[in-house]
């Protein structure tokens, strides 16, 4: 995510619109790495009475980001105003500086699994879950 973020900004240097688009390709295959272990997340790291909740938060936070992500552009962008170069190239700085600022942190302290597991299931090896 956070290469394909900032491999957008090469825009602003070559003008070159074909970074923004492998940029995008680069993100967007990221998306699936994001998305789809949010099941085994809340499995690996909640309890029996908290796995529900986790499970709709985590599969919330990407429509949740989608918003934002629709949102942000109205606090730079008038309505029926020519954007100018330098303006896009300070949103684009911003959106980069954002998902870098929210996912170097999950990188470094985040854990494969807990230290001691929150259910019954995760405590034998050979359990199938």
């Known amino acids: 995510m956070i290469i394909g973020t900032w491999f957008r900004m ?3 240097i070559n003008n070159n ?10 993100a967007s295959i ?17 309890g029996d009475k ?4 986790a499970t709709a938060f985590g599969s919330m ?3 949740l980001g989608s918003l934002i992500s629709f949102l942000l552009p109205n606090l730079f962008f008038k309505e029926n105003q ?5 303006e896009l190239d300070f949103y684009i700085l911003i959106q980069s500086f954002i998902v870098t600022t929210l996912t170097v942190p ?3 302290f985040l854990k494969e699994e807990p230290l001691s597991p929150p259910t019954v299931l995760l405590r034998d090896k050979n359990a199938i879950i």
């Open 82 to 86: 020519r954007m100018e170069y330098s």
């Open 10 to 12: 090469l825009v602003t």
């Open 50 to 53: 908290e796995r529900g909740k």
């Open 61 to 63: 936070s990407m429509p």
């Open 106 to 108: 999950s990188l470094i």
């Open 17 to 26: 619109f074909y970074f923004v688009l492998i940029g995008h390709i680069i």
């Open 30 to 46: 990221s998306q699936a790495f994001i998305q789809n272990p949010v099941a085994k997340m809340a499995i690996t790291w909640f």
